[in-house]
């Protein structure tokens, strides 16, 4: 459902991702990997399109996109969590939730208001702490409830796939847990298309079907999870 081909994507005058292949099919969970500094934030931005391609190809079920900008790729489905999560600490997570609905295409989202809640609801749902914490700002939560709002956010538009750039990092354990399990859940009951760059490799093997591994801005190594062996690991992982 999304293709990546031949992508290449510099910073200036810093080649950065370097003949990029990447297909993700309807429904999968994948996951990308790699050392930091290899290239995988620059992968998911391109794809959202915060950087555009010097070369390549970037299509959504059959609809290119490479020219076209982040508004109209979030209308075209495609949702982003970004590394560190970007929640706005001076609005309320109720306040937050809304911004989601900026990404939504106008025809498909109402924005009714009874609507709108009833979509919160069902988000609230997976995320019942956010339902709780509605009013308060989201500068009062913690790193792990902002990762939260920020994949419940996310799924405000309906997109049909869901980029995540590190969703545990600097999150304690038992909330990595409840994220886990409502990312696996939105994957297999709504057919959510996910992809998600991730270095706690347990939660990877735990979470992932399908896996790519990125060494200085290529993908070198990639497939079932099941493959994601040891010499891979101390191959392209440890440092
Ligand atoms: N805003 C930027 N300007 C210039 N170079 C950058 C910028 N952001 C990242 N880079 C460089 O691009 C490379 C890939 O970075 P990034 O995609 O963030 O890696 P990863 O997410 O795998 O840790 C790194 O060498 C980094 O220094
Ligand atoms: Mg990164």
Redesign the pocket.
Known sequence: MLEVENLDVY??Q?H?LRNVHLDIPQGSMVCLI????????????SIIGLLSAKKGRIALTGKDLTQATPDKRSKSGIAYVP?GREIFSGLSVYENMLLGLEAAPQKKVSKKKAEIEARMETIFELFPILKTMAKRRGGDLSGGQQQQLAIGRALMSEPKLLLL??PTEGIQPSIVQEIEETLSRINREQGLTILF?EQNLEFVRRLAQQFHV?EK?RLVAGGPIQELQQDLVARYLTV
């Open positions: 910073y200036g810093s950065i790699g050392r930091n500094g290899v290239g995988k934030t620059t992968l998911l931005k590394q750039d590190e760059v990125m801005g």
